[in-house]
């Protein structure tokens, strides 16, 4: 069986049956829970690519913990799913049910023209048949676990680095602290534990086994919560997911096969802390599809190519402010350290002062202000308010016993928190600096060809403009 389409997309998530319906203007629901919380600047995707009416009838709900014009709306990933494929499947996509195992490519140019998929036999027993595929272009949107990013991307590949992992429970009949609040509980030694009010469940993400979320966790938590958490324990299965990231590499330059195009977590993954991963896909889907709906033939290798490079840097300003962001909470909140303390101290007093210090951090993280130089300027200015914090403000003494016993510094402790501050800073610095490269980067660091003539090209100019003023400079 031959069958050509337009566009094939493998991976009918978030990102592919968005892209589905998005380029046409039904598979098991998933059981998982990642991708629960849309961000208001994730809803203001779905109303320009039509999709608004996919989040009524699948029990989602209003998040108000963000002090934005706009609202967040929180759900559950397979029901939201399904109406997304539903949507497809109205707009003139087909939806197929196969396990896609290969890329069809050209013997003679390497273009990858379509995919290899098995469908699912009715009987078990029954022999399936590979079935072939072929499109003008193809989209692979296959998720965090996705099995053709190295092929597709070849050597331009990046890794991508867990840098944890969550286990989440649906809790049932949980009062919050506050109602349709999104809230998030530092427990000491095992990282964020984040809930949210779910009509009448809250999914919980730990980063902890079982055996030690009743003993060590939920002591932590609020007393209302203890009785939810355990009957889910007792009742209901634990999902795993990695907590994965994987900066954005150029498409279709280096050694990236033509004729195919990565969407979604299969490029690109940040920390789920913030709750961004399914604004940016959004995001991503609502630019493509006005690049290439500017393209006569996706055949056209050379006007994808360029497309892919405008869509690259054009999606920078919200998914590089979301990228960054998430994983720098992360790193604020969920690792130990005397100099990160300061600064997750810092952080919760720099909210406290209102006004444009809280109003700024949340337009960031709702994805409503997507802007990496606001980003930095709070995130910095976090840094010297801890600081100040850190001189001005009570702190708890190494031996006040089991009762803390709190106290300003002393002007003899001055020289000592002078030195200490440089520590801060330079670890805001290293936490900030690394992720900021990784989205100014444009090529993999195991790219060394590429790294090499990026370099080369950058620092000819470099050398040209020393040696002429140093000529100049010999010459007056």
Not at 7 to 25: K, N
Not at 43 to 52: E, I, N, P, S, Y
Not at 127 to 154: H, P, T, W
Not at 370 to 383: D, M, T
Request: charged share 20%.
């Amino acid at each position: 069986m031959s069958n050509h389409y337009d566009v094939v997309i493998v991976g009918a998530g978030i990102a592919g049956s968005a892209m589905a319906h998005a380029l046409s203007t039904l598979p098991p629901e998933p059981d998982r829970i990642v991708g629960e919380l849309l961000q208001p600047g994730g809803v203001a995707a779905l109303k320009q690519l039509g999709l608004r009416a996919c989040l009524d009838g699948i029990d989602a709900i209003t998040v108000k913990g963000y002090c934005v014009v706009e609202t967040a709306i929180r759900f559950h990933h397979g029901r939201f799913v399904m109406t997304l494929r539903e949507a497809a499947r109205r707009a003139g996509a087909d939806m197929i049910e196969a396990t896609v195992s290969d890329l069809i490519e050209c013997e003679k140019t390497g273009k990858v023209k379509g995919v290899q998929a098995t469908r699912k036999a009715a009987d078990s027993d029954a022999e399936q048949a590979k079935e072939s595929y072929f499109a003008d272009l193809v989209i692979i949107a296959d998720g965090c676990f996705s099995n053709f990013r190295s092929s597709v991307m070849g050597k331009s590949a990046c890794k991508s680095t867990t840098k944890s992992h969550f286990i989440g429970a649906i809790l049932e009949d949980a009062t919050l602290p506050i109602p349709e609040h999104g809230t998030v509980a530092l427990t000491k030694g095992f990282g964020p534990f984040s809930y949210t009010k779910f009509q009448n469940t809250i999914p919980a993400c730990l980063s902890t086994l079982l055996a030690h979320i009743l003993t060590n966790v939920m002591p932590q938590l609020p007393a209302a919560l203890h009785t939810p958490i355990q009957k889910a324990l007792d009742k209901d299965r634990l999902r795993r997911m990695p907590n994965s990231f994987l900066p954005p590499i150029e498409q279709g330059a280096g050694s990236a096969k033509q004729g195919v195009i990565l969407l979604g977590d299969a490029w690109n993954m940040r920390h789920p802390l913030t709750g961004g991963g399914m604004t940016v896909a959004l995001h991503d889907v609502m630019l493509l599809r006005g690049l290439l709906g500017k393209i006569e033939h996706l055949r056209d290798w050379a006007q994808v190519k360029a497309a892919l490079h405008e869509w690259h840097w054009s999606r920078k300003p919200l998914a590089s402010t979301i990228n960054i962001l998430s994983v720098a909470l992360y790193d604020l909140f969920g690792a130990d350290g005397e100099a990160l303390a300061v600064l997750r101290m810092g952080c919760f007093k720099y909210f406290e002062r209102g006004g444009e210090c809280i109003n700024g951090p949340v337009s960031l993280l709702s994805g409503v202000a997507p802007s990496p130089v606001l980003l930095a300027n709070h995130f910095f200015a976090v840094a010297f308010y801890s600081i100040w914090v850190m001189f001005t403000h009570p702190q708890r003494l190494p031996d006040s016993g089991p009762k803390p016993v709190y106290a300003v510094p002393r002007v003899e402790q001055y020289p000592g928190l002078f030195l200490k501050s440089f520590r801060v800073f330079w670890t805001a610095c290293i936490v900030f600096g690394p992720l900021l490269w990784s989205e100014i980067r444009w090529w993999s660091p195991e790219d060394r060809a590429r790294k090499n003539s990026v370099f080369a090209k950058g620092g000819v100019p470099l050398l040209s403009v020393l040696l002429l003023g140093t000529w100049l400079w010999r010459m007056s």
